[in-house]
């Protein structure tokens, strides 16, 4: 790479941080400093490809304990497997998804 493509990035990284702080949209912000928008757009992702590959790969995950359900009881008669009791469905979805 030459000193040319290099002077040109810094100039752009450095006017990427300028139009975050000045309120404008990079439109307007490039309007007004005599910038190439579709330059400034393909910097700001360079810059936006560069600092991602800085960041952790993974997400820190915490692990509670398993605690079992309370029992739950049920009036459910044995031959009717197909009609569930509608209180004992929802005692059942509370006690699996309900909070502790």
Not at 16 to 39: F, R
Not at 90 to 97: E, G, K, V
């Amino acid at each position: 790479m030459n000193t040319s493509d290099s002077s040109t990035r810094a100039e752009y990284l450095s006017h990427i941080e300028k139009q975050k702080t000045s309120g404008l949209s990079i439109k307007k912000y490039c309007e007004l400093n005599n910038l190439v928008d579709h330059k400034f757009s393909y910097y700001r992702k360079y810059k936006l490809k560069s600092t991602k590959s800085s960041e952790p790969a993974f997400a820190s995950v915490k692990i509670k304990a398993y605690e079992k359900p309370a029992s739950i009881k049920t009036n459910i008669d044995k031959a009717k497997t197909s009609q569930i009791d509608p209180l004992w469905l929802a005692q059942f979805l509370n006690n699996l998804f309900g909070e502790k």
